[in-house]
């Protein structure tokens, strides 16, 4: 996230760009409290930002924008209980970071640690996991400030659960979030097995997969033949961290030097694109290693893209991927990014993409200046076929008509936000297309 010279707030991306009224960096929950009431007073609405890692428009607002940098603290880690309480602005690397110093880890999370962790959790962020889920889902209590002023707090257990079960992943629309607990469990080793595979062996032993390893994703090479798969599961050590050679050659200089490389090279000459994909998936070496948890998930991204990702129910998952391989081949687009695939079980958020389905995530991402939208349209044709739900940070078109038969609990939590907020004070155009005005 970053603000030019004008005032003006951009993404990572670099796709979204919103110019807010005015600009406020809240220290407390106190203090989020008294912008929502001063905004109400002039009649403009209030927006609370994470790290701008969203490729929609859902953080943005013409009127009150609060920054996260005022609220990024760990308020507690009860070791013994597996609970950390932090301020809604953490960056993961700082969670990450004292957990691992206290000997506790997060039980599953996304490819990068740079998210707040309302940022993150607010839209449903996820990794891959055979039995763990989102982020949301590892969520124990929130504290929010509601659009009236009030700071409230809800759990599982307490009688706001239906406001739990809505505002873990609340797009920011049902309040503030000031404060997240999460579930940590006692730290443990991953051991990453990271090989390259042919699409033919992948698809045929994606059951087997998905459903032997703890945590399966695979990065597929469009217009090649060549996958990249990963397999993390729970080790009993010891630790056998990458050396830091190999660290630097595999996630410094090919994942991000070479790949800006190739990808600056294949924006310029497209033609050279699927020759570089097949050198690329040919390239790959597999490599094996054991470390904590938020080492091997998580890894720098450099390179700057554009995504969309669909989640669709899992018993699709191969006949989807069939699709997309067919729709390439008619084409005469050239993808330089690979495509990834992630699973994760059901759940019972009323707005997570894996909302009571077992679900397979399909992104799809394009170098960030290079067009993606017949690319993304054509994909996304395929995904909503099968009522696939596109991920709330990543790009898509569908609105609220669509998304209400998409999502059983959309009803609920469309009623939710009206008792909570009828005046739309965290209301922004992304929420009018995707939850109705
Ligand atoms: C390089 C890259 C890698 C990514 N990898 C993954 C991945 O592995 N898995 C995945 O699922 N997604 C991934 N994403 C998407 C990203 O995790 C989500 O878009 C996430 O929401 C971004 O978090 P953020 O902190 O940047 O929040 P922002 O994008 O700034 O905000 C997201 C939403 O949260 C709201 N919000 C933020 N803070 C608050 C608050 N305190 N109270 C209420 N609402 C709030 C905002 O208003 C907005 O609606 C990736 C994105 C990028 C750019």
């Not at 830091?244 to 200089?253: C, G, I, P």
């Not at 700057?304 to 989640?311: G, I, L, M, N, V």
């Amino acid at each position: 996230m970053t603000r030019d010279n004008a005032g003006a707030w951009r993404n990572w991306a670099g796709n979204v760009t919103a110019r807010p009224a005015r600009v406020r960096t809240p220290r407390s929950a106190a203090e989020v409290a008294d912008e929502v009431t001063r905004a109400a007073a002039d009649g403009l609405p209030v927006r609370m930002t994470g790290s701008g890692h969203s490729f929609t428009p859902t953080a943005s607002t013409d009127g009150v924008l609060l920054n996260p940098g005022g609220l990024a603290a760990i308020r507690s880690v009860d070791a013994e209980a597996g609970l950390v309480t932090v301020e809604a602005g953490c960056p993961l690397h700082r969670l990450n970071a004292e957990l691992h110093a206290r000997g506790l880890s997060l039980t599953n999370m996304g490819d990068i640690q740079v998210q707040t962790v309302a940022g993150a959790t607010q839209t449903g962020t996820h990794g891959t996991g055979r039995d763990s889920g989102s982020m949301a889902v590892q969520i124990a209590g929130l504290e929010l400030v509601l659009a009236d002023g009030s700071i409230v707090t809800c759990s599982a257990d307490d009688p706001r659960a239906g406001l739990f079960d809505a505002a873990r992943v609340g797009l920011g629309a049902l309040g503030l979030v000031t404060a997240v607990t999460l579930r940590a469990e006692p730290l443990f080793l991953l051991t990453a097995r990271e090989e390259p595979m042919r699409w033919s062996e992948v698809i045929s032993r994606l059951p087997e997969l998905t459903t032997e390893n703890e945590h399966f994703e695979f990065f597929w090479f469009p217009h090649s033949d060549g996958c990249l798969t990963k397999r993390n599961n729970r080790s009993a050590g010891p630790a056998r961290p990458l050396s830091r050679w190999r660290h630097w050659l595999d996630d410094e200089f090919l994942s991000n030097s070479l790949f800006g490389a190739t990808c600056r090279l294949g924006y310029l000459a497209p033609a050279a694109i699927p020759t570089v994909n097949s050198a690329a998936s040919r390239a790959l070496s597999a490599r094996t290693y054991t470390d904590a948890p938020y080492k091997v998930f998580t890894s720098p991204r450099r390179v700057r893209f554009k995504e969309q990702e669909y989640a669709v129910p899992r018993e699709h998952l191969a006949d989807v991927l069939g699709q997309v391989r067919d729709l390439l081949r008619r084409r005469d687009w050239r993808i330089s990014f690979p495509i990834e695939v992630r699973v994760a079980p059901a759940d019972d958020l009323w707005l997570s993409t894996a909302s009571g389905r077992d679900s397979a995530y399909i992104a799809f991402h394009v170098y960030h200046p290079a067009p993606h939208e017949e690319y993304f349209r054509e994909t996304e044709a395929i995904m909503t076929a099968v009522g696939g739900r596109p991920h709330w940070g990543k790009m898509h078109t569908r609105d609220a008509g669509y998304l209400r038969g998409a999502y059983p609990r959309f009803d609920d939590f469309v009623a939710l936000r009206d008792k909570l907020d009828p005046e739309r004070r965290f209301g922004n155009d992304y929420l009018r297309q995707v939850l109705g005005s």
